[in-house]
């Protein structure tokens, strides 16, 4: 039993706590997001749990990594989890809300759902945490184009034939990955969805105490100093007995040999499978085929978009 001074002062702190979180002016949803990949209208209808975890990113930024770390965190190192059946991306439009949603109402375990909206398109949640896992843009078109370029004939069925589509379909990828660049930085994200709003609307609330970014590159750079914040920031104690198979299962390698754990429908919509999207897990591939022209109009873009500070951390991952 606590004696009653340590009471009063642990009281004293949760007041403290409790009153600051009052004052905080919560992120609003003031919009809905629709196109042939999203529906953010499941947002309005789910009941939120105190222990939520949302993983957020605007995709390709190293998100079903990030799904394995937390996956692994919550389950001690447990092999064999269907990842992409326990961290559904909720706000894909299939399948409908109408499926997904009870299934997400339905599980047991401490939910870590996933979102590639704009903070203003989802519905915000004081009692959730979140996860935001950023990298350069032009990293994020490399792995994009690899998603997009090996995707069959059952992705674009799924995206633009089955009911509740809402603008455009979306075609088949440029021949050429420069070209595809180029089109994506002109008409910022096309063909999939934009990508400066995304970014800069997590940055803007990066301080809530809800709220914490992440990198790919620091990930790449110190995995385990980082799940370890990451574990932290979730309340989530490590037991050290399974952190080198927690290490090990988070490691690319692994990710690769049993991708189909956690690539949706275990891969089935893109030749070659799961193996393929997972596919290469490194930065820097832009850097021999981009002109220094294309790379410094990425750069200037940044930070007419971002400014200089969220620039250079989406750069480099220094906060």
Known sequence: MLYPV??????RELSAVKADMSNINWPQKRREFHSHHFDSTIWNDLQFRDDDIIIATYGKAGTTWLQQIICQLIFKGEEGLPVAEMSPWLDLRVPPKEVKLPEVEAQTHRRFLKSHLPVDALVFSPKAKYIYIGRDG???????????ANANQSWYDALNLTPGLVGPQIGPPLDNVVDYFRQWLEQDGYPFWPFWENVRS???????????PVHFAELKADMPGEIRRIATFLDISIDESTWETILEHCSFGYMKANASASVPLGGAFWDGGAETFVHKGTNGRWRDLLSAEDSDAYERKAVSELGSQCADWLLTGSL
């Not at 032009?138 to 997009?148: E, G, P």
């Not at 997590?202 to 914490?212: A, F, G, H, Q, S």
């Open 138 to 148: 032009r990293d994020v078109v490399w792995s994009l184009y690899n998603h997009h």
């Open 202 to 212: 997590w940055w803007e609330i990066k301080d809530l105490p809800n709220v914490m």
């Open 6 to 11: 340590y009471w009063s002062l642990l009281q």
